[in-house]
T-cell receptor
Framework: GENVEQHPSTLSVQEGDSAVIKCTYS??????FPWYKQELGKRPQLIID?????GEKKDQRIAVTLNKTAKHFSLHITETQPEDSAVYFC????????????FGTGTQLKVEL | GAVVSQHPSRVICKSGTSVKIECRSL??????MFWYRQFPKQSLMLMAT?????????EQGVEKDKFLINHASLTLSTLTVTSAHPEDSSFYIC??????????FGSGTRLTVV
């Protein structure tokens, strides 16, 4: 089955700096890679996703890059703000309605003033 | 659109009792529902996949007789934790796939077994 590894487990940055979180996956058939932000006791919130037919996607301060050959993808947050502090999870799945989503181990991001 | 309603949000039960968690898709038909468990400061771990009208598929290491899943309709899936013990205390969350790529999540259930 799919295995998703995520690094780092914790990340501390100063407000205004950039944050980068990296993930690798094992199943070459995976073709959908979402990123979620989860606050304590809440459901995961989708912040950005990428499909395997593109290499990069950007939405304002958030961007995701995908390297299919190396089977890794990364989340980039620029101009970080205190409200970006949360746990971030990467995930991977095969497209097609009934296919399960496998999560990475999570990154606790702390944006310090 | 594509909202999954999960209840209860919090439940405290005594050891040895059973607890049922419900997930309802409000504005779409959820053919497949995924059930996850999340321990404090850990990731979401898939427990099982349920398909409407058929038996659930459990992940390795998850006891199917302890975690009963019923998906009798396209809008309702339930997870029953039977004979609950303190080690079953966790955050349980359901998820449905909403198209070929997207997923929607319930709001989660915090289970505490005392």
């Amino acid at each position: 089955g799919e295995n998703v590894e995520q690094h780092p487990s914790t990340l501390s940055v100063q407000e205004g700096d950039s944050a980068v979180i990296k993930c690798t996956y094992s199943d070459s058939a995976s073709n959908y890679f979402p990123w979620y932000k989860q606050e304590l006791g809440k459901r995961p919130q989708l912040i950005i996703d990428i499909r395997s037919n593109v290499g990069e996607k950007k939405d304002q301060r958030i961007a995701v890059t995908l390297n299919k050959t190396a089977k890794h993808f990364s989340l980039h947050i620029t101009e970080t703000q205190p409200e970006d502090s949360a746990v971030y999870f990467c995930a991977a799945s095969r497209a097609g309605g009934g296919n399960k989503l496998t999560f990475g181990t999570g990154t606790q991001l702390k944006v310090e003033l | 659109g594509a909202v999954v309603s999960q209840h209860p949000s919090r439940v405290i039960c005594k050891s040895g009792t059973s607890v049922k968690i419900e997930c309802r898709s409000l504005d779409f038909q959820a053919t497949t529902m995924f059930w996850y468990r999340q321990f404090p400061k850990q990731s979401l771990m898939l427990m099982a996949t349920s398909n409407e009208g058929s038996k659930a598929t459990y992940e390795q290491g998850v006891e199917k007789d302890k975690f009963l899943i019923n998906h009798a309709s396209l809008t309702l899936s339930t997870l029953t934790v039977t004979s609950a013990h303190p080690e079953d205390s966790s955050f349980y969350i359901c998820s449905a796939s909403i198209d070929n790529y997207g997923y929607t999540f319930g709001s989660g259930t915090r289970l505490t077994v005392v």
